[in-house]
């Protein structure tokens, strides 16, 4: 744990499993209710000065990014470790969030002027709430609390991260090597259980709470934050619906709608997990997503020939099991994968499942895990109807060759991002907002960070 800028003993431990191995990997610290008031007091204390000098702020978030590319290698084994993705995946997560960090530095927030006449001069403020917690879940572990910072310190915000009791080493490690160039208290780091996070959201001295999560635990998240009214950003599930037009082309999308997909094995809020196809289309785009499933190399993350590593934890291997097994119950054809891959580990092989409808537990459910049901469909009315009709509204996507009708149809589809050709596409200029049940405010952009602040308005007569 990362407290005061200091790493600090822990009383007491919890252990962390190597995905690949299904084995003991190492143990990690679980914070007490007595460390965690230290480490809030001393993101209070770093707030005080890390809110007044821009200029400052932006030098330490440079040298924040340098600092962590410089330990890409190092941080990326510990991810693939812990989390199962292939190395270079570890890497490109590091890499990314350091990319977050300039982009957010290099944004100008001057204060807006409202108005500057002969009668008065109105500015608009954006000042910062304090003390941040960022909770993250355990796809993109370092990425995930690494884009909250950045956004929360760039506006002044002290930041406290706590990972998922799955992924809690390399984002011990990363906020450890921040402090060598960030002041004490500017970013620290907790882990602990689910227990650490309520106390964390229940915390007098928390002034906002950024969680990416559950829809389950973002509801018990938002009811934490009311008696407080704490300022909350709520980045949840999903059950992302691609509608392919019926004038694609399969061969030359199927590649395109695999890896988005299956990318991070599936474990990505926003990958595409239903396919809606028209009838004519489905075989051929059901045989060539087939194709590439079967010809995926699934293994251990540190080989590199791996294409996809093991699930991340033996719950979400149970739930992608139980899925698929429900769906090839009820008559549903698994025409690539649909087991278990060979090894000790928790890996399965890329899933390919035709023959099955709305209705089905892994169509309606967001099965977060390398399987993907492909459905057809009669009229694009009836597509965008199927699709819409679900309570999450993460993402979505249209596959076509025809892009200004694609960008029609996106219009259609009630999600906070919608992809033409391209799916869980984020860029740091790209706000990122679930719609209905996957979330309650943006991320990312001058939009998400606007998040970590509070409007204050400068009135003076004349
Ligand atoms: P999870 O909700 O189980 O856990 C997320 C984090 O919340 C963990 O750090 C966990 O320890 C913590 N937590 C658990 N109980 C808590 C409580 N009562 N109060 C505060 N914190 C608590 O989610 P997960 O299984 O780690 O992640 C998978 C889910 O996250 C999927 O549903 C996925 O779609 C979603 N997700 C969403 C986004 C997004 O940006 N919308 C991104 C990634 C993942």
Request: glycine content about 8%.
């Amino acid at each position: 744990m990362i407290i005061r800028g200091r790493c600090v003993k822990p009383e007491a431990t919890f252990e962390v499993v190597n995905p690949a191995t299904g084995r003991f990997l190492a143990n990690a610290p679980d914070a007490t209710p007595k460390q965690l008031d230290d480490t809030m007091e001393g993101a209070l204390a770093a707030f005080h000065s890390w809110k007044v000098d821009d200029a400052a702020r932006v030098a330490a978030m440079y040298a924040a990014a340098e600092v962590m590319e410089r330990h890409a290698a190092d941080l990326a084994q510990i991810l693939t470790a812990e989390q199962g993705k292939p190395l270079r995946e570890s890497v490109a997560e590091v890499e990314t969030t350091a990319r977050w960090f300039r982009w957010y530095a290099d944004l100008d927030i001057t204060p807006e002027v409202a108005e500057d006449s002969d009668v008065r001069r109105v500015v608009v403020h954006r000042r910062p709430l304090g003390p941040v917690i960022a909770i993250a879940p355990w796809n993109f572990p370092i990425q995930s609390a690494g884009k909250k910072a950045a956004q929360a310190l760039r506006v002044g915000n002290t930041v406290v991260v706590k990972p998922s009791p799955f992924t809690p080493l390399a984002t011990l490690k990363w906020v450890e090597v921040l402090q060598g160039v960030l002041a004490p208290g500017v970013v620290s780091a907790l882990s602990g259980g689910a227990q650490l996070g309520s106390w964390m959201t229940s915390h007098p001295l928390t002034r906002k709470i950024s969680f990416t999560g559950s829809t389950a635990t973002g509801k018990l998240v938002a009811a934490a934050a009311v008696p407080d009214l704490k300022r909350t950003t709520l980045e949840l599930g999903g059950n992302d619906a691609a509608i392919v037009l019926d004038d694609a082309d399969p061969a030359a999308i199927a590649a395109g709608i695999f890896d988005r997909g299956f990318v991070n094995c599936g474990q990505t809020c926003a990958a595409i997990k239903r396919v809606y196809v028209p009838e004519k289309l489905h075989d051929e785009l059901v045989d060539a997503l087939a194709a590439i499933a079967d010809n995926k190399v699934v293994g251990v993350g540190t080989d590199p020939t791996t294409d996809y590593g093991p699930v991340n934890n033996r719950i979400q291997l149970g739930i992608v099991t139980d899925l698929v097994e429900d769906a090839l119950h009820k008559g549903a054809h698994a025409a690539a994968g649909g087991t278990r891959h060979d090894g000790e580990g928790y890996f399965y092989r890329p899933t390919i499942l035709s023959n099955l409808d709305d209705g089905v537990r892994i169509v309606d459910e967001e099965q977060f895990g390398p399987a993907l049901p492909v459905m057809s469909y009669k009229t694009l009315d009836e597509a965008l109807a199927r699709a819409n009709d679900s309570k999450y509204g993460l993402g979505g996507s249209v596959w076509t060759s025809d892009l200004e009708r694609g960008e029609a149809v996106a219009d259609r589809i009630e999600a906070g991002t919608v992809w033409v050709n391209n799916h869980a596409q984020t860029l740091p200029h790209q706000p990122f907002a679930g719609a209905k049940w996957s979330g309650i405010g943006v991320e990312n952009s001058r939009l998400g960070m606007l998040e970590f602040t509070q409007v204050q308005a400068v009135h003076v007569a004349r």
